[in-house]
């Protein structure tokens, strides 16, 4: 039995968290389970009969806001039968669709009690207790000058062979189009211990390969363990590639200004550091680029890809595309599209401009037709696909390592990641799972590849690890 924050035992509660958006907001989510951990709550499996409910929300695209009130909506209803039936549910709205419309949550949904901003998830179980004791609903949307990370638990649940360590939040970049720098705040690093620290936590739970988080991840810069100046990323990376038993590293999501040159020295320096890497250039047009404030032009950013690319010859890049930015002329999305070729993406992700309230592009002039967006993010996703496609095809025939996660979709499959992040299915034992071991690509699908294992028996011989089968998504940046 759980005990109380008191050392009392805790009755067993019901916490349901659900997850919108982003990596960010997956780690989150897991931290305000631990947080609540202690006072009783139990991971549930869907909102009915849950004690709490935790909407963990994102609000980087439009509709974001929309889609939170129609499942607190749903949840309405559910709150109702609970309390029909003598119970109580608690229902909380996290995240940055939280920080950003604050009161005005509850004010559309008078059930809602608690709204919290990602800076303050320490504080929920005073939070819920609050709650419980208030007739109104309790707002925790500022930004404490404490650090939540220092008050978030040690012992957080094992995430298993591939996890998420956030190292950095919040961003100092104010792109014109993105609510981030409002939403999240200012840019915070952990301190190089701390993440240390926790890194070797993580492999002693099985972690193989972890994903360093930020919303601006390479503008992390922390003090040095031993207190003697500050690192960047391109030290922190070579430090966890230290820890015995950490296989691989990855970090997410990356803005093209704060690659220096350590850091290209690591992806060059380290076997470790996957070769794939996702830094988000949003438009090929210098003068879009301007518009968005983005601080690099076009030719910098391919400069930035050919040193990546030397560093780490197979090394491969995902972006991140708008389409239909203030702005944008026919000839700007040209130039997009002229960058796309430029480079040869393995991955990417596009969005048409939405406009999100308080931000500049909001009130810029020459906002772009809707029917225009459409066809111009047609055209760039099917560019993108076809690279995709070849990215994918070149892998075949190819022999490398992957990082096997879960039980594949058929009966005797097991899947995993390749170094460039694809998924990799092949028959194999279950006892692989949480390990790395080589492949042969058979053949490529849009998203995925399908292999065979190198030398099954070698590599069955391994110790298992805890299962965990990996969804990817990437943050901001
Ligand atoms: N409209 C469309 N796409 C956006 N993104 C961020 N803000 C907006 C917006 N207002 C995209 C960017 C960013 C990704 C996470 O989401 O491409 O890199
Ligand atoms: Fe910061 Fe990325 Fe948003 Fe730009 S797009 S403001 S870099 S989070």
């Not at 026919?330 to 480079?343: I, K």
Request: charged residues 25%; glycine residues 8%; hydrophobic residues 45%.
């Amino acid at each position: 039995m759980t005990e109380s924050l008191a050392g009392a035992p805790a009755r067993m509660r019901r916490l349901f968290v659900r997850t919108w958006g982003c990596q960010m907001n997956v780690y989150d989510s897991a931290r305000m389970a631990d947080v609540l951990a202690p006072l009783g709550y139990a991971p549930a499996e869907a909102p009915e009969g849950a004690d709490m409910v935790i909407l963990n929300t994102c609000h980087i695209r439009e509709k974001a806001a929309e889609k939170v009130f129609s499942e607190l909506g749903r949840l309405r209803a559910l709150k109702e039968r609970r309390a029909a039936e003598g119970g109580r549910m608690v229902i909380a709205v996290a995240g940055c669709v939280a920080q950003a419309e604050g009161a005005e949550i509850t004010a559309r949904a008078p059930w809602v009690d608690i709204v919290l901003g990602p800076q303050t998830y320490h504080r929920l179980p005073e939070m819920v207790a609050r709650a419980a004791r208030a007739a109104g609903a309790v707002v925790e949307t500022d930004f404490p000058v404490e650090d939540k990370f220092d008050h978030l638990p040690e012992q957080a649940a094992p995430q298993g062979a591939t996890a998420f360590l956030t190292v950095q939040e919040g961003c100092d970049k104010f792109c014109s189009f993105c609510v981030v720098p409002y939403t999240r705040g200012a840019e915070f690093s952990r301190p190089a211990a701390a993440v240390i620290a926790e890194a070797r936590r993580l492999v002693a739970q099985g972690a193989r390969e972890i994903t360093l988080l930020g919303q601006n991840v390479n503008a992390w810069h922390g003090e040095a363990p031993d207190g003697a100046g500050e690192w960047r990323l391109g030290r922190l990376l070579r430090a966890l590639a230290e820890i015995p038993g950490l296989a691989r590293l990855r970090y997410t999501t990356s803005h093209p200004r704060d690659v220096d040159a350590e850091l290209v020295a690591a992806h060059r320096d380290l076997p470790g550091l996957m070769p794939f890497l996702h830094l988000p250039v949003q438009s090929g047009s210098d003068r879009i680029l301007r518009a968005m404030n983005r601080g690099h032009t076009a030719a910098d950013y391919l400069r930035l890809v050919e040193r990546l690319r030397a560093a780490r010859p197979d090394l491969a890049l995902s972006s991140d595309f708008i389409v239909g930015h203030p702005g944008e002329t026919e000839a700007d999305f040209r130039a997009t599209l002229d960058l796309v070729r430029a480079v040869g993406f393995a991955q990417a992700f596009s969005f048409k401009y939405s406009a999100r309230p308080g931000t500049p592009a909001a009130a810029a002039p020459h906002q772009v037709p809707e029917p225009a967006k459409e066809a111009r993010l047609a055209e760039l996703q099917a560019l993108l696909r076809e690279q995709q496609q070849a990215f994918n095809r070149s892998r075949v025939g190819m022999g490398f390592d992957v990082l096997f996660t879960g039980p594949g979709r058929h009966p005797g499959q097991i899947v995993g990641r390749s170094p460039w992040l694809q998924p990799v299915h092949v028959r194999g034992p279950a006892a692989l799972i949480g390990r790395v071991a080589p492949v042969t690509v058979l053949a490529a699908h849009p998203n995925s590849l399908s292999a065979a294992l190198r030398d099954q028996h070698e590599a069955a011989a391994e110790t298992t690890r805890h299962p965990n089968p990996e969804e990817e998504e990437r943050i901001s940046a």
